[in-house]
């Protein structure tokens, strides 16, 4: 995945007698800053019987890209070798800065194009009416599969439809920045009826209010099925509501 660090070990040891100074430099020459590897620590002592762990940090910046990066270990007074990571960039729709994706009209309101596609699969295969939408875990690898898809824009079906609910979920939390972030707690907890929601929202700038719009209108239509699919008002509250916002900032999420 674009901009996630991907973290990989390196277990040091020495079989000498004294302790060696090791060395660690990053070779970061990658063409069009595609990625970017970090080590900690650069600099370490190794001591016979006592082998001392290295992370390597590799950070992809560019989507469908191969990338070797080589870290060289470098032996005061003796020798250097090198170790290679060796990395794929898959491009995504998760996670990736609102600056970066595609934007589309959708039934009045600006969003980014993965959500249309997710929505109108919804739609279009009986989620609105399956038991436990956006509650039931879905299948791993079908998500994971979908996600894939979803960013080489090759997607089209799914087994599962539990996973197309809960990549909707998922866009919305992987967002670096929750688009109810920018509310203070305490106008969020003062909430109590549909004018002091409607307030607080008014606050949301145009592209995080659309957003919001977008996922509460789809969030009515699943409550006016409820007879079918038992997901009232509340219970899509209690499953998308803390996706929408940093839960480790607040003292009690499920408030």
């Known amino acids: 995945p674009l901009r996630q660090t ?33 080590v900690e ?33 470098e032996v005061t007074g003796g020798a250097t070798t090198y170790v290679a990571a060796l990395a794929h960039s898959e491009p995504g729709v998760f996670g990736v800065p609102l600056s970066e994706v595609e934007w589309v009209e959708d039934d009045g309101l600006h969003v980014p194009a993965v959500l249309p596609t997710l929505g109108r699969f919804l739609y279009e295969h009986g989620g609105l009416e399956s038991a436990g939408i956006f509650r039931i875990q879905p299948d791993a690898d079908e ?52 004018a002091s929601a409607v307030r607080v929202a008014r606050m949301l700038k145009d592209r995080e209010a659309h957003l919001l719009k977008w996922v509460v209108r789809l969030l009515v239509k699943v409550a006016q099925n409820e007879d079918k699919n038992k997901m009232n008002v509340k219970n899509c509250a209690i499953v998308v509501g803390p996706n929408l916002f940093n839960v480790h900032e607040k003292a009690n999420p499920m408030e």
């Open 143 to 194: 998500m994971k599969k979908i996600k894939r898809e979803l960013g080489r824009g090759t997607f089209k079906e799914c087994r599962d439809i539990n996973c197309v609910a809960h990549l909707i979920k998922v866009w919305y939390r992987e967002l670096a920045t929750p688009i109810l972030s920018t509310i203070p707690t305490e106008l969020m907890m003062s909430v109590t009826d549909e």
């Open 6 to 38: 991907l973290k990989a070990q390196i277990i040091v040891t020495n079989e000498r007698q004294w302790p060696a100074q090791v060395m660690f430099r990053p070779l970061n020459p990658h063409p069009e800053m595609s990625a970017m590897m970090l």
């Open 41 to 73: 620590p650069q600099s370490l002592i190794v001591r016979k019987g006592h082998p001392e762990a290295v992370t390597l940090d590799l950070h992809l910046y560019m989507p469908d890209k191969d990338v070797v990066s080589l870290v060289a270990c």
